[in-house]
Antibody, heavy 118, light 109 residues
């Protein structure tokens, strides 16, 4: 059964960077996409960007362009999402999710809470 | 960018039918996906491509999409259906191709 297992909670200072991982178990990502979605406390879902392991292509929401980088380590089937120049508004739960082209996200990671403090 | 509009809340008694709408310009021309999210948990896909259900999702969950409104229908609502529900579409915008609705809190009275 496919699972996406994310790294643990993080507490970071404003201005720092955070890198969250998402490992796929029992599954090959090469033909599918990995997406990152975040959810601020009490708020809705916000799409951040995507990465296609097979082609190496990626895309980001304009809001995050230049501040978010999504990468992939094929040797350990793990995707990474790094956010730089953190502000308090980046405090959120960050989710990875699996997709295939322009379709639904059928498998989600458990989420990683990132707290930005002063 | 494309905007999806959902009612903030819907309330229904157990055993009744809940209908959650998702409005968008000509949304009927797009494929709509629906997610259920319970407090402290990750979203779960309940309907994809307007009307299809992933394996394991009860038949009580169904979807429709036409014109400017897509609808998630939950029949014979149970207490365990109480959750936040989000609609999702892909847009042609290169700046923001993935769009989520603002979410609807389903309360089972």
């Amino acid at each position: 059964q496919v699972q996406l297992v994310q790294s643990g909670a993080e507490v970071k200072k404003a201005g720092a960077s955070v890198k969250v991982s998402c490992q796929a178990s029992a599954y090959s990502f090469t033909n599918l996409d990995i997406h990152w979605v975040r959810q601020a406390p009490g708020q809705g879902l916000e799409w951040m960007g995507w990465f296609h392991p097979n082609s190496g292509n990626s895309g980001y929401a304009q809001t995050f362009e230049g501040r978010v980088t999504i990468t992939w380590d094929a040797s350990i089937r793990t995707a990474y999402m790094e956010v730089s120049s953190l502000t308090f508004e980046d405090t959120a739960v960050y989710y990875c999710a699996r997709g295939m082209g322009a379709t639904a996200f059928d498998v989600w990671g458990q989420g990683t809470l990132v707290t930005v403090s002063s | 960018s494309y905007v999806l509009t959902q009612p903030p809340s819907v309330s229904v008694a157990p055993g009744q039918t809940a209908r959650i709408t998702c409005g968008g310009h000509k949304i009927g021309s797009k494929s709509v996906h629906w997610y259920q999210q319970k407090p402290g948990q990750a979203p779960v896909l309940v309907v994809f491509d307007d009307t299809d259900r992933p394996s394991g999702i009860p038949e009580r969950f169904s979807g429709s999409n036409s014109g400017n409104t897509a609808t998630l229908t939950i029949s014979t609502v149970e207490a365990g259906d109480e959750a936040e529900y989000y609609c999702h579409v892909w847009d042609t915008s290169r700046d923001h191709p993935v769009v989520f609705g603002g979410g609807t809190k389903l309360t089972v009275l």
